[in-house]
T-cell receptor
Framework: GAVVSQHPSWVICKSGTSVKIECRSLDFQATTMFWYRQFPKQSLMLMATSNEGSKATYEQGVEKDKFLINHASLTLSTLTVTSAHPEDSSFYIC????????????FGQGTRLTVV | AQTVTQSQPEMSVQEAETVTLSCTYDTSENNYYLFWYKQPPSRQMILVIRQEAYKQQNATENRFSVNFQKAAKSFSLKISDSQLGDTAMYFCAFLSSGTYKYIFGTGTRLKVLA
């Protein structure tokens, strides 16, 4: 099956700093990538959708200047949490799909972000 | 807008027994996909089973099967011969064939008891 690798698995950063999370599709071309946020014991909430070479489309209520998404290649998308604060601490999950294959998306293993 | 509802926040089942997790959804689309994902403590989302809406036959994957009732917009998951490794959070998900965005339910925490 298709593999999506997310890095890092966990990260701790100081309040006010920025942190970047990478999402890579290892064996297929990810024309579309999705970024989710999951609070403890809650469901996955879609933050944004990015298509390769285009600006990301953010869901209502998600600050695009806070959560910068770049999808510059067919195998890599990045989420940068800028000026992180403790309330940004959460579990972030990416998923990727190949639009040309008309399949569902495949999920990365997630990144646990803790802002101290 | 599509919604997915899982009305059972927590469930438990004895090892080797059968358990059914409920899921209902709401959509005006005719073509879509439905999924059950398992999320163990590692938080990795693992696909359990998928169902295409145009298929009337219920999907099965080994010990996992679904009861897909399109008219009722119901999509329940049956786990037979439950194993300790089945202990996890289970999410029902709707996937639009138009936007390819997932809509997840709130999840059911399943605990398999020895």
């Amino acid at each position: 099956g298709a593999v999506v690798s997310q890095h890092p698995s966990w990260v701790i950063c100081k309040s006010g700093t920025s942190v970047k999370i990478e999402c890579r599709s290892l064996d297929f071309q990810a024309t579309t990538m999705f970024w989710y946020r999951q609070f403890p014991k809650q469901s996955l909430m879609l933050m944004a959708t990015s298509n390769e070479g285009s600006k990301a489309t953010y869901e209502q209520g998600v600050e695009k200047d806070k959560f910068l998404i770049n999808h510059a290649s067919l195998t890599l998308s990045t989420l940068t949490v800028t000026s992180a604060h403790p309330e940004d601490s959460s579990f972030y999950i990416c998923s990727a799909r190949d639009q040309t294959l008309n399949t569902e998306a495949f999920f990365g293993q997630g990144t646990r972000l803790t802002v101290v | 807008a599509q919604t997915v509802t899982q009305s059972q926040p927590e469930m438990s089942v004895q090892e080797a027994e059968t358990v059914t997790l409920s899921c209902t959804y709401d959509t005006s689309e005719n073509n879509y996909y439905l999924f059950w994902y398992k999320q163990p403590p590692s938080r990795q989302m693992i696909l359990v089973i998928r169902q295409e809406a145009y298929k009337q036959q219920n999907a099965t994957e080994n010990r996992f099967s679904v009861n897909f009732q399109k008219a009722a917009k119901s999509f329940s998951l049956k786990i037979s011969d439950s194993q300790l490794g089945d202990t996890a959070m289970y999410f029902c998900a709707f996937l639009s064939s138009g936007t390819y965005k997932y809509i997840f339910g709130t999840g059911t925490r399943l605990k398999v008891l020895a």
